[in-house]
């Protein structure tokens, strides 16, 4: 996105603003429903917490990992939907930490569900070498290289405009927006093909692990059969994280159409892009899973019992 389409977003914000029922009605569905994904994404890290079981599967491991990211992620996000609601602008000194870790923790998702794919082929297709292949030395080392990659991916927008802007650029105020403090046509170009390499490699590894588990489900392995409607699955959340590459482009067209709903477009684009994919994964990682769900179960028992038996 050029200077000027990111200024255009900037002014359009400014001149178009909700109603103050529209904008309350939606910062507070925001905020239900954020704080209701942490909520239930809380309860799952105190399982996964609890039980030694799940510290040495990488599988769990890499479900852990995409959970606190997602918790991190929805915890920020909201902030900023609330920030441009309440205070429209503020300084680029405070906008820039909070858009530095959106963009990581989102970018973390697709490349976290790419290796969970990986991690179910080598189970269903690999099983004699999974013990040796899926270490849980090398589950961290991954998620390591997943922040690494991020990291990778937008520490090269500060570190321009750290050097393109003037002094006291971050101590302007401006709408927190990616576009609007990582200004530079350049950034806007180095955003879009690191986008279109995370497309190709993230649905790479999706196609190839589906196409390779869904051969092995042909001999009516059960485990076959569930770990291919998982990476299916795995398909459907990684299409939802997907969106947020084309939501630029997608924003930017929306602006010059219906100019008077930026705000509504916006909100809809956060919603499916940055919403959708974290109310999914509690429920396919795991309220499905047979094993979890087994000991979250227990613990939700156990913790009730507590209560009845301290009120009795």
Not at 31 to 42: A, E, H, K, Y
Not at 74 to 82: E, R
């Amino acid at each position: 996105m050029s200077d000027g389409a990111a200024s255009a977003n900037a002014s359009a914000a400014i001149q178009y603003r909700d109603s103050l029922g529209k904008a309350v009605a939606k910062n507070v569905l925001v905020l239900v429903i954020g704080l209701s994904i942490n909520c239930v994404n809380v309860g799952l890290m105190y399982t996964f917490s609890k039980h030694q079981i799940f510290y040495s599967n990488p599988r769990y491991i890499l479900f852990c990992h995409l959970i606190v990211n997602d918790m991190i992620q929805m915890s920020v996000t909201v902030v900023l939907l609330v920030v441009s609601y309440t205070l429209r602008a503020i300084r680029a000194w405070a906008c820039a930490p909070l858009i530095l870790l959106a963009v990581i923790t989102t970018e973390n998702t697709p490349l976290n569900l790419a290796c969970m794919a990986a991690e179910c082929y080598v189970a269903v297709c690999l099983p004699l070498h999974r013990a040796r292949i899926c270490t849980v030395r090398r589950t961290l080392v991954l998620v390591a290289v997943i922040w690494t990659a991020s990291l990778v991916s937008i520490l090269p927008d500060l570190l321009v405009t750290l050097l393109v802007q003037p002094p006291d650029f971050f101590s302007s105020k401006m709408v927190c927006l990616r576009e609007t403090i990582f200004a530079s046509p350049i950034l806007a170009q180095k955003r879009d093909i690191t986008y279109i390499v995370y497309l190709v490699l993230v649905w790479s590894v999706i196609f190839f692990t589906y196409f390779k588990i869904l051969f092995a489900a042909r001999t009516a392995s059960k485990d076959a059969r569930k770990a291919r409607r998982t990476v299916v699955l795995h398909g459907v959340q990684v299409l939802l994280c997907m969106t947020m590459y084309v939501t630029p482009a997608l924003r930017e067209a929306l602006l010059r159409w219906f100019p008077e709903n930026i705000y509504d477009s916006m909100f809809a684009c956060y919603v499916v892009a940055q919403v959708l994919p974290r109310a999914i994964s509690p429920i396919v990682y795991g309220v499905r899973d047979k094993c979890f769900r087994g000991y979250l179960q227990r613990d939700l028992l156990c913790r009730n019992k507590n209560r009845q038996e301290q009120s009795g």
